[in-house]
Nanobody, 115 residues
């Protein structure tokens, strides 16, 4: 199994920023498509960002406040959250999908945006 671990969550005031990190224990990290999901209190888990094995990226934020990137040498995927709003609050989960379809989830990291 691929072990996925997220880190970097915390408490931040509106307008602040955070960098979330995701790593996965696999020898084929560069072949993974990696996604970030957010589960806000009382809401469904939703996709917020994705980066593919060929570095195509997608983010849900229409204002360009989210950015996803990867460093395959470090086996890391980053989600940069900027100009944060209370609606960014939630548990953020990293999800990996292998080239042949194997999927894994991390345990989540909590992000709270509040004054």
């Amino acid at each position: 199994q691929v072990h996925v671990v997220e880190s970097g969550g915390g408490f931040v005031q509106p307008g602040g920023s955070l960098r979330l990190s995701c790593t996965a224990s696999t020898t084929t990290f560069s072949s993974l498509t990696v996604s970030w999901f957010r589960q806000a209190p009382g809401k469904q888990r939703e996709l917020v960002a994705r980066i593919t094995n060929i570095n195509n990226t997608w983010t849900s934020d229409e204002e360009g406040r989210y950015s996803i990137s990867r460093d395959n040498n470090k086996k890391m995927v980053y989600l940069d959250l900027t100009n944060m709003k209370p609606t960014d609050t939630g548990a953020y989960y990293c999800h990996t999908k292998g080239y042949y379809g194997g999927e894994s989830w991390g345990q989540g990291t909590q992000v709270t945006v509040s004054s």
